[in-house]
């Protein structure tokens, strides 16, 4: 058992002191212990005497459900190859997402944006590890608000406790295992998320950091464990930035790809990242979505292979303040749906959200809503952020409990629930 005394607290507050990302950009940082000052981060750090945590808030991806089940409804794949007749008007058929969630944060504190993580300073969002109840928390979002995905981060390093290379540890594995667990048996799809930023201790992946092979190698692993469960979905790295060569990274993106196919998982989705923190407003300007476009399963196909995005609403698209100001619609969305539907391509928005504020309330509302009018290409959204996190976190979607009484707050409840914007 990891010690975590000093966050037994029914409320951490967590303060960003990083600097500020561009305008296209995620956030991460360094937080300070609690203090009495409004919070600022969308990736928060908390550091105590005896671990720090950070927690990351990305844009939620939205992808088409991988299931096989009878009791889950059918989804289309992925196209594998592009329309005959392009159009950039979205079906009469589209208003419903596939799919719409919120991220579990906590096996990701300690990970920081250039791609270092301690794997002690992950505080795992479960009560048996002396975290916050991220089981009923996602009980409550699936039976009382109509969710059907969560995403749930974690550390490299924590996977391999440490050792690039290493197999991945057990026991480590065991304590992530029971929050993928958790979300399966609300009958969610669950998205396995390594937290890194395409880097391990600065070192980027295929570009001077770890190999391809050893990238490929825990990918493998991770797939051969969650091989016959169809509600799993991978996500392949969280938020790359500053990537030298898009089209090596793409290389690298593909042996994932291939690893977790040949590992056995050969129908659930794989969420594809692309540069400048996977941003949705700029995936197809800066060359992610052309490079990701040659990804492809071992049979040469594109199928479930799907282009993972983020997007938040601040005045500088970083997450870290409270007031919205676009509903990114002009500015990204439009476009990056056109690309789409043109390409024959769908994309998933893993990683949103905002303050719980009348601002974002509207704008989010809004880019929820256009998300939905363009189902047949936009999969669904993911908000940034419960689990560890408490309420009062500046992107805060935890919801409170008393007794048998789960609250929501103002943002998820006006505006994220599917319960409320119908849009499932």
């Not at 808030?57 to 007749?85: D, G, H, K, N």
């Not at 079906?91 to 002690?120: E, V, W």
């Not at 295992?177 to 979300?183: F, N």
């Amino acid at each position: 058992m990891k010690a975590r005394s000093a966050l037994l607290v029914s409320g951490c507050f967590l303060l960003s002191a990083r600097a500020q990302s561009p305008a296209w950009g995620q956030c991460g940082g360094v937080v300070q212990p609690p203090a009495p000052q409004a919070l600022l981060a969308q990736k928060s750090t908390l550091t105590t005497s005896n671990v720090s945590l950070e927690q990351t808030p990305t844009v939620p991806p939205a992808s088409i459900p991988p299931t096989s089940s009878p009791s889950s409804p059918a989804s289309p794949s992925a196209p594998s190859s592009a329309p005959s007749t392009p159009s950039s008007t979205p079906p009469a058929s589209a208003g419903k997402l596939r799919f719409a969630g919120i991220n579990i944060s906590g096996f990701d504190f300690g990970c920081n944006t250039d791609g270092s993580c301690t794997a002690s300073a992950a505080w795992p969002p479960l009560l048996q590890y002396y975290g916050h109840d991220g089981q009923g928390q996602m009980t409550h979002f699936v039976n009382d608000d109509g969710f059907n995905v969560f995403r749930l981060p974690v550390g490299w390093q924590f996977l391999v406790n440490d050792v690039l290379g290493a197999d991945i540890d057990e026991a480590n594995l065991t304590e992530y295992d029971a929050l993928v667990q958790a979300c399966l048996s609300t009958g969610a799809s669950c998205i396995v998320d390594i937290h890194n930023y395409a880097r391990w201790n600065s070192g980027i992946i295929g570009q001077g950091g770890p190999t391809n092979d050893q990238f490929a190698a825990v990918w493998s692993q991770i797939a051969a464990k969650y091989a016959s469960e169809p509600k799993i979905i991978f996500g392949v790295m969280n938020e790359p930035h500053d990537i030298p060569d898009i089209t090596i990274w793409a290389a690298s993106v593909q042996a994932a790809v291939t690893a977790i196919r040949n590992a056995g998982a050969t129908s659930q989705l794989v969420l594809l990242p692309g540069n400048n923190w996977t941003s949705a407003e700029t995936f197809v300007s800066n060359g992610s979505a052309d490079a990701l476009s040659t990804v492809t399963n071992p049979d040469g196909s594109i199928t479930n292979l799907i282009f993972d995005v983020h997007k938040y609403l601040d005045f500088d698209n970083s997450g870290t303040n409270a007031e919205c100001t676009t509903n990114n619609i002009d500015d990204a969305w439009t476009p990056l749906a056109a690309y789409l539907r043109t390409n024959g391509r769908q994309a998933f928005n893993t990683e949103t959200g905002g303050g719980n504020t009348a601002s974002c309330i509207q704008y989010l509302c809004e880019q929820v809503a256009f998300q939905a009018q363009n189902s047949d290409v936009i999969l669904g959204y993911v908000g940034w952020a419960a689990g560890n996190f408490d309420p009062s976190y500046v992107l805060g979607e935890t919801p409170t409990n008393t007794g048998s009484t789960w609250t929501d707050t103002s943002l998820v409840a006006a505006c994220l629930s599917p319960a409320t914007n119908g849009v499932l």
